[in-house]
C-alpha cells in the first residue's frame, strides 16, 4: 500500500474535464514536489508534469497540476478518447528516503 | 537525444539473483544534474521505485527492498546496473530505468522502454 493515496479509478466524458487527487504527508508532497506520470499499456510511463505544476516540453496545456499542503492534483481538460491510461502522482520521502508513487489511477474516457 | 536501454535475462529462477544493466546513450551518465533510477511494475500493479544512484555512487533504496538490493554505476561504460538478491514470484514485474532530475523538479524524465523479467523455475 503507497504512502500517497490515489483514487483506483476516474471516468468522463469526451472534451469534458477531470481531476485525480493524489493524498500524502508532510514527509513527502508537504514538503517536496510533486510529477505525474502516463502510462498507457505496453510502454514506458511518461511525465506530464514535474515541479509540482511544469510541464516538459510537447505535453499540451490540457495538462495541469496543483499543490496544496500534503495533496496535489492533476486536471485534464478537453478529455480524448487517447487519454485512457493510468495516471500516477510521485515525489519525494523523508521518511522513507525514497521516491514513492501513488498507486495509480485508471482514467476512462466514456 | 538521451536514451535509456535495459538489458539483461527475462527468465531468473526462485532464489538467484536478478541482473540487469541500463545503458545511457546519448549524455553522460556523470553529470551533477541527475541521478539514475529504477522502477519496477508487477502485473496487474502499479509502479514502484527500487532505488536511485548518483554517478558518485550515492545510492537511496526503498526500505521494502534494501536488503536484497544493490544499485552500482559504471561512469567508464555510461551504464548503471540493478541486483536483486533471493528473487520470488512476488519479483515478477517489467523493469524500467530511468533519469530522475536532480533539485529541478525531482522527476523522471526519461525512461528505458522496459523490460520484463519472470521469476520462475
Known amino acids: 500500500q503507497s504512502v500517497l493515496t490515489q483514487p483506483p479509478s476516474v471516468s468522463a466524458a469526451p472534451g469534458q474535464r477531470v481531476t485525480i487527487s493524489c493524498s500524502g504527508s508532510?514527509?513527502?508532497?508537504?514538503?517536496?514536489?510533486v510529477s505525474w506520470y502516463q502510462h498507457l499499456p505496453g510502454t514506458a510511463p511518461k511525465l506530464l508534469i514535474y515541479?509540482?505544476?511544469q510541464r516538459p516540453s510537447g505535453i499540451p496545456d490540457r495538462f495541469s497540476a496543483s499543490k496544496s499542503g500534503t495533496s496535489a492534483t492533476l486536471g485534464i481538460t478537453g478529455l480524448q478518447t487517447g487519454d485512457e491510461a493510468d495516471y500516477y502522482c510521485e515525489t519525494w520521502d523523508s521518511s522513507l528516503s525514497a521516491a514513492v508513487f501513488g498507486g495509480g489511477t485508471q482514467l476512462t474516457v466514456l | 537525444q538521451l536514451q535509456l536501454q535495459e538489458s539483461g535475462p527475462g527468465l531468473v529462477k526462485p532464489s538467484e539473483t536478478l541482473s540487469l544493466t541500463c545503458t545511457v546513450s546519448?549524455?553522460?551518465?556523470?553529470?551533477?544534474?541527475?541521478?539514475w533510477g529504477w522502477i519496477r511494475q508487477p502485473p496487474g500493479k502499479g509502479l514502484e521505485c527500487i532505488g536511485i544512484i548518483y554517478y558518485s555512487g550515492s545510492a537511496y533504496y526503498n526500505p521494502s527492498l534494501k536488503s536484497r538490493v544493490t544499485i552500482s554505476v559504471d561512469t567508464s561504460k555510461n551504464q548503471f546496473s540493478l541486483k536483486l538478491s533471493s528473487v520470488t514470484a512476488a519479483d515478477t514485474a517489467v523493469y524500467y530505468c530511468?533519469?530522475?532530475?536532480?533539485?529541478?523538479?525531482?522527476?523522471?524524465?526519461?525512461w528505458g522502454q522496459g523490460t520484463m523479467v519472470t521469476v520462475s523455475s
Open positions: 530511468a533519469r530522475r532530475l536532480r533539485a529541478t523538479g525531482d522527476a523522471f524524465d526519461i
Open positions: 508532510s514527509s513527502n508532497i508537504g514538503n517536496y514536489y
Open positions: 515541479g509540482n505544476n
Open positions: 546519448g549524455g553522460s551518465i556523470s553529470s551533477s544534474s541527475y541521478y
